[in-house]
């Protein structure tokens, strides 16, 4: 059992940067593939940005490339979701998760669908202010 633990939500204004962080509870943190979530109010959750087990692979939706940078520390357990120029339409409840499930060798080792991540953390508000 993997417990993911999200840092670094916070309200901001338009324009201004946060980074959010990813703790994970296991050793095995390498094995994972991880990825970044976010549900805005009254919306369904959807990918924001995932990388692969190594972080030599990085996939990111079309309406946060260019501004956000996902990362990932082995050493410390931690996967990071850098975020710059931020917009309001970014307020959301960021989520990180674990995939297990996607092999290292397919489609760059990581998945931008829900179904394939195991562990799931709480949840980091962010609210940008226009």
């Not at 994970?24 to 994972?32: D, K, L, N, P």
């Amino acid at each position: 059992q993997v417990q993911l633990v999200e840092s670094g939500g916070g309200l901001v204004q338009t324009g201004d940067s946060l980074r959010l962080s990813c703790a994970a509870s296991e050793h095995t943190f390498s094995t994972y593939a991880m990825g970044w979530f976010r549900q805005a109010p009254g919306k369904e959750r959807e990918f924001v940005a995932a990388i692969s087990r190594r972080g030599g692979s990085t996939y990111y939706t079309e309406s946060v490339k260019g501004r956000f940078t996902i990362s990932r520390d082995n050493a410390k357990n931690t996967v990071y979701l850098q975020m710059n120029n931020l917009k309001p339409e970014d307020t959301a409840v960021y989520y990180c998760a674990a995939d297990g499930q996607t092999p290292p060798y397919y489609s760059g080792g990581y998945s931008i669908n829900e179904g394939s991540y195991d562990y799931w953390g709480q949840g980091a508000q962010v609210t940008v202010s226009s």
